[in-house]
């Protein structure tokens, strides 16, 4: 019980306490230590002291403890868990540091931004691929139907079509051709009707006549205009107003430029070594969020000078036209 009541008291104490405490016991100098681990002095010195932040990392630590504890009698795998729980506000340190840098939430929403991006274009595709089945599906449902209620449509026609020889006959038949006027000549007239058929003689043209200038008024006269031609009617810009756009970047760099209908041609951030090639109708408009940034800019293949463009806070906002 004296033994146990006595080691608790070691078992509480740091590890660099411990590893001094059983290397002054064993008569080892600092120098002896830190010369068997091909180490400088001042390293055994830190693991003594408790500066753990003079040590690369938690690896190399580690190591040097196990080896130390080892040299001196101890229990290499007692005094490592002793380091553990040592390290372990160390850690939650870090990780609150790690958490706080601004970089690492940059790169977190950068992170959540690509995740919704991808669920999104997922979506879209899913909803494009329903519009065409949608599409290539109705089609044919609906020629079916169109198919099962044709003949019900084209009867309709016929029947009403078929009066129409009935109203023509009559008017027809009522004018005698030449053959029957000969005939009706070479019969033997009555002598009590001379006067009536004079009359009917008479008005056989005329009826002939006005029956033929109803037909020639109903013939609808076909007059053949020339269509104008076309002149961009689709309103789409001509390659005479197309403009094309080159930059390469030499650092990080926001970048946006728009068409003259207002199109977002590109708005995003450029890296070192990334470049653009973008054509739209000019003029065009362009917003370079870091000048320094931008190693070269050729607008129609030719390079443009930067310098005659006002510039605030390595901002810069301009117009280029053709």
């Given at each position: 019980m004296a033994n146990d009541e006595?080691?608790?008291?070691?078992?509480?104490?740091?590890?660099?306490?411990?590893?001094?405490?059983a290397r002054e016991a064993a008569g080892l100098s600092v120098s002896e230590v830190a010369g068997a681990q091909h180490l400088r002095p001042s390293v055994i010195q830190a693991i003594e002291s408790?500066?753990?932040?003079?040590?690369?990392?938690?690896?190399?630590?580690?190591?040097?403890?196990?080896t130390y504890a080892k040299q001196v009698g101890l229990n290499a795998?007692?005094?490592?868990?002793?380091?553990?729980?040592?390290?372990?506000p160390i850690r939650q340190?870090?990780?609150?540091?790690?958490?706080?840098?601004?970089?690492?939430?940059?790169?977190?929403?950068r992170r959540r931004k690509r995740q919704v991006a991808r669920t999104l274009f997922f979506?879209?595709?899913?909803?494009?691929?329903?519009?065409?089945?949608?599409?290539?599906?109705?089609?044919?449902?609906?020629?079916?139907?169109?198919?099962?209620?044709?003949?019900?449509?084209?009867?309709a026609p016929q029947e009403q079509k078929e009066p129409a020889p009935e109203t023509t006959e009559p008017s027809a038949a009522s004018v005698p051709s030449a053959s029957e006027a000969v005939e009706l000549s070479s019969l033997p007239e009555p002598a009590a009707e001379p006067d009536t058929l004079a009359p009917l003689a008479t008005e056989i043209p005329a009826g002939g006549e006005a029956l033929s200038e109803p037909v020639a008024e109903q013939i609808p006269t076909v007059v053949e205009t020339p269509e104008p031609a076309l002149?961009?009617?689709?309103?789409?810009?001509?390659?005479?107003?197309?403009?094309?756009?080159?930059?390469?970047?030499?650092?990080?760099?926001?970048?946006?430029?728009?068409?003259?209908?207002?199109?977002?041609?590109?708005?995003?951030l450029q890296r070192a070594g990334d470049s653009i090639d973008v054509s739209g109708e000019a003029p065009l408009k362009v917003v370079i969020g870091a000048v320094d940034a931008v190693g070269t800019i050729r607008f129609q293949g030719e390079p443009v000078e930067l310098g005659t463009y006002r510039a605030v806070n390595n901002r810069s906002?301009?117009?280029?036209?053709i």
């Open positions: 006595s080691s608790q008291p070691a078992m509480n104490e740091a590890v660099g306490q411990q590893l001094q405490k408790g500066d753990y932040s003079q040590i690369d990392s938690e690896l190399f630590l580690k190591g040097y403890v196990r795998d007692s005094v490592i868990a002793d380091l553990d729980r040592e390290l372990e340190q870090r990780e609150q540091e790690y958490e706080a840098n601004p970089l690492v939430d940059i790169e977190r929403r979506l879209v595709i899913l909803g494009v691929a329903g519009y065409l089945a949608f599409a290539f599906l109705m089609p044919g449902q609906d020629s079916g139907e169109a198919q099962s209620e044709a003949p019900g449509v084209t009867e002149q961009n009617a689709s309103g789409l810009a001509t390659s005479s107003d197309m403009a094309r756009l080159q930059i390469q970047f030499t650092g990080n760099c926001w970048i946006q430029v728009r068409d003259a209908n207002g199109n977002q041609l590109v708005s995003s906002e301009f117009t280029l036209t």
